[in-house]
């Protein structure tokens, strides 16, 4: 089995991966497994950088080895916080107004995907598969064919992609293009995400579907697909405290966790929470909501305008509505210990769950993770996030409408044990089908194939089936890994 090399912006740490959970876990043991190489940023910035361009550090993990380079500040500003965060993170997230088109932000970010490319060229063995991962690093595959690498390429974006319309508001969207027709799978999370990717390269680079269902783009052939980001239930069960620490409070709790970001709706989400309150005042001192925001990217402006107007929103919210014993919105701008967040999940009637946009998002599926199928609370499930393709049994509402949210809410306390379980049991049957594992060993295995000439039945496709059998035989993987 040929070995594994994953390029992404952040390594993580492969002997806590059960503890870090979301997809992690999977590349952890495939890294195990094909005795991988993972290259990143090592997370640190400084003048050095500059000396060290192409030396990375290099930590043995479990059999995988980890390498990691610095940035230079400038760097930082422009291919971090700058091209990545200003730019793509926001267009890709159709929020076109908060993009920061500047000068030299989109240099930088080739340059460091290239700086990467160079750092790789020497540590490849001919027969490596690469997989790369995140808009941090489209550039990166082109950037190694330049260098005359052969391998196998393939690409997955854990965000959404936007309609071409939006996508080819960003100047350099033809380099885009081009930079992506590098590799020969591109994975994405949702089937809507595929078709917006082959309508983007239609009507930005003139991409022609071929027959057998791949992209001719440029000189190449590419394959696109969705491959959903999945958990895994059991370790993250696990991560569970022996004993509860949440203490039965009299209110029933809504429970959102989110880290601070503009994507993830919580204005709405607090105004949604307001508004219930308002219209269903038989439920005040009855009701909490608990968000859990921990901060991120807080040298970017526009997290710094999210932060002050959740504050200054959850603040009027508790003033108008709050009383000395209750106090309806508890917001926590820290990072919450991972065995907690299971407790709390469980203990709370409805995972509220209502970003704007989002590729896949983890949290829906852990809150359903954690419920106690006997008596199981009932997840709110935003229709922008990718989840809502896979999670239909949850109760889907739009997050710009604030009064449906609230009347949503109201539906969601009221529902009957049997509903709840029902609905509970199907979502379960989904997260534990399409789990952390098949999202890794079907990417890995769909690239196997591209690169021999094959290509396997679409997800969720009426060969669903024969392509999970095709996709184990495929990988070659190991029993964890291979299994279900
Ligand atoms: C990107 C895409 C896609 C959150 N707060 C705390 C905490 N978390 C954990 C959650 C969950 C993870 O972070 C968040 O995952 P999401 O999927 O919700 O969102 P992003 O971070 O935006 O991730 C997203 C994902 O990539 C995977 O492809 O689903 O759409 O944007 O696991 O539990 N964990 C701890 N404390 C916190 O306070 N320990």
Known sequence: MSRIVLVSNRVGDVSKAALAGGVVIAIADVLRARSGLWLGWSGKTGEKAEETRTTPDFQEMDGATIATLPLSHRE???????????VLWPVFH??????????????????????????????????????????????????????????????????????AQLFMAIPEYR???????????????????????????????????LQDGRMRVFD?????????????????????????????TPATRLIGVDR????????????????????????????????????????VV?????????????????GRLGELDWVPIHYIHRSTPRRMLVDVYQHSRIGFVTPLRDGMNLVAKEYVAAQDPDDPGVLVLSRFAGAAEQMKQALIVNPYDVEEMADTIKIALEMGLQERKDRHRALVSGIRSYDTFWWCRSFLAELDAVASGKTLPPFGAAGDEAAKKATIELAGLPSRLSSN
């Open 175 to 209: 380099d885009l293009a081009r930079s992506l027709s590098g590799y020969d799978l591109i994975g994405l999370q949702t089937r809507a995400d595929c078709a917006n990717m082959l309508d983007f390269f239609k009507n930005a680079v003139f991409g022609r579907i």
């Open 94 to 163: 159709t929020r076109l107004d908060l993009a920061q088109f500047e000068a030299g932000y989109y240099q930088r970010y080739v340059d460091v995907n290239r700086r990467f490319a160079e750092t790789l060229l020497p540590l490849l063995k001919p027969d490596d598969t690469i997989w790369v991962h995140d808009y941090h690093m489209i550039p990166l595959g082109l950037e190694l064919r330049k260098l005359g690498v052969n391998n196998p390429m393939g690409f997955f974006l854990h965000i959404p992609v936007p309609p």
């Open 76 to 86: 930082y500003k422009d291919y971090y916080l700058g091209y990545s965060n200003a």
């Open 302 to 318: 526009a997290y710094a305008d999210i932060r002050n107007e959740l504050e200054s929103l959850s603040g009027m919210i508790n």
């Open 260 to 299: 601070l970001d503009y994507t993830k709706g919580l204005p709405q989400k607090f105004r949604a929470f307001g508004r219930f309150l308002e219209k269903y005042p038989d439920y005040r001192r009855k009701v909490i909501l608990s968000q859990i925001a921990p901060p991120t990217r807080e040298s």
């Open 220 to 248: 190449r052939e590419i394959s696109v697909k969705s491959f959903p980001v999945g958990i895994d239930m059991d370790s993250f069960l696990e991560s569970r405290p022996r004993r509860s620490r949440e203490q039965p």
